[in-house]
Every structure is written in structure tokens, then in C-alpha cells.
T-cell receptor
Framework: GAGVSQSPRYKVAKRGQDVALRCDPI?????LFWYQQALGQGPEFLTY????????KSGLPSDRFFAERPEGSVSTLKIQRTQQEDSAVYLC??????????????FGAGSRLTVL | AQSVSQHNHHVILSEAASLELGCNYS??????LFWYVQYPGQHLQLLLK??????LVKGIKGFEAEFIKSKFSFNLRKPSVQWSDTAEYFC????????????FGKGTTLSVSS
């Protein structure tokens, strides 16, 4: 597609529910990133994929957070047993390159999660 | 670990005023520097970037930024703002290494009155 597509755009979950957020990166983009953006804050790094390999998951806040990209394209971020502090916008970004950090990330519109 | 500091949380300007948003980072090695903008209701978009070469970089919509290595700074400037520049601005940095994550500042909200 022309851009990074995320779904759902809005998700309301009851505390304790599991949620799954989907990201469709730009076709051919090797790198995929997930970020969490709380209200009034900048995006915070969660995890990074190079093709299907999850090379960095140091930003995942707890073991309730899990991400996968099994075929190197679409990625899913799963949050188990959601808590109120998980309420945020979850951003997905992709980039064409892998060689260095000199890559431009293209962001999706985000999935806004509200946990009641 | 890298970090990014944006000094101004909220800036309010009148149209035609000049703009400078501060950004400082902490990292001892070679870095790549970015400014992203988020207009109301839209997603994050790249405004400009610095990888190497001329430390004064120009981006879209008349924005520019200057990388001053000795000050670990990458301030964003525009000589004359417009109402349509109302948005949130994020400075970001990553180390010039394979697969490194982009680290963002907390952002600066710019409000321009007409």
C-alpha cells in the first residue's frame, strides 16, 4: 500500500481483556517498529523487527506485551490482561533499509487503546 | 543510552513571528537527527533529517534545523510561521548503527494565532 496501515484505529477494552493491534507496513519495507505514545508524551520505543526477526524488544514494558511478524510483512502487537496504564496510542512505523540507523521511518495513524 | 530533551512544552506565536524550538540529545557517538511533525488529526510526518554533511538542513514548508555537534543540539527554526504550522513537533535521534531505535523527545506544541 501507499502508507502504513493500522487497525483498529480505536479500541476500548475492559481491564483484563486481551487486545491485538495490527500493522500493515509499506510493501517491501524491511524494518518495522512499534511505539507507544501516552497522552502528552513523545512516542516511546517498544520493539523492532528486521523482516521476521525481532531484533530488539527491550522497550516492551512487561511480559504482557508480545509482538510478532511471522512472514516479514504484517505485524501484530498483542497485549494480554490489559491494565489502565496500557491506555495509549500504539504507533507502527516501517522503513526500507536495515544497514544503519540512517533510515527514515514512515508512521501509521496509530491505534488508540483505552482500557476501562 | 540515548535521550532527547525538548525545552519548550508549549509555544504560542502570532503569524509571521519567527520560531526556534530547542532540542538537545545525549549520546557520545555518531547520530542521525530528525524532526517529525504531527498536525491535528494526522499522523507523524518527517519534517527534516540530518545524516551527515552540511549541518544546516532544510526541510519542507520553510523549516530548517542546524546540527551543532559541540552543543549536542539540533534546533528547529522557521523565519515566519503561518497559522497552518500549528502542530506538535518532535525531535528524534538514533545512533548510526544497524537496527537502532529512534528515540523521541516529549514534543513541543506550537500554537499559531492568525
Amino acid at each position: 500500500g501507499a502508507g502504513v496501515s493500522q487497525s483498529p484505529r480505536y479500541k476500548v477494552a475492559k481491564r483484563g481483556q486481551d487486545v491485538a493491534l495490527r500493522c500493515d507496513p509499506i510493501s517491501g519495507h524491511v524494518s518495522l517498529f512499534w511505539y507507544q505514545q501516552a497522552l502528552g508524551q513523545g512516542p516511546e520505543f517498544l520493539t523492532y523487527f528486521q523482516n521476521e526477526a525481532q531484533l530488539d524488544k527491550s522497550g516492551l514494558p512487561s511480559d504482557r506485551f508480545f509482538a510478532e511478524r511471522p512472514e516479514g510483512s504484517v505485524s501484530t502487537l498483542k497485549i494480554q490482561r490489559t491494565q489502565q496504564e496500557d491506555s495509549a496510542v500504539y504507533l507502527c512505523a516501517s522503513s526500507l533499509g536495515t544497514a544503519t540507523g540512517a533510515n527514515v521511518l514512515t508512521f501509521g495513524a496509530g491505534s488508540r487503546l483505552t482500557v476501562l | 543510552a540515548q535521550s532527547v530533551s525538548q525545552h519548550n512544552h508549549h509555544v504560542i506565536l502570532s503569524e509571521a513571528a519567527s520560531l526556534e524550538l530547542g532540542c538537545n540529545y545525549s549520546y557520545g557517538g555518531t547520530v542521525n537527527l530528525f524532526w517529525y511533525v504531527q498536525y491535528p488529526g494526522q499522523h507523524l510526518q518527517l519534517l527534516l533529517k540530518y545524516f551527515s554533511g552540511d549541518p544546516l538542513v532544510k526541510g519542507i514548508k520553510g523549516f530548517e534545523a542546524e546540527f551543532i555537534k559541540s552543543k549536542f543540539s539540533f534546533n528547529l527554526r522557521k523565519p515566519s510561521v503561518q497559522w497552518s504550522d500549528t502542530a506538535e513537533y518532535f525531535c528524534a535521534v538514533n545512533a548510526n548503527q544497524a537496527g537502532t531505535a529512534l528515540i523521541f523527545g516529549k514534543g513541543t506544541t506550537l500554537s499559531v494565532s492568525s
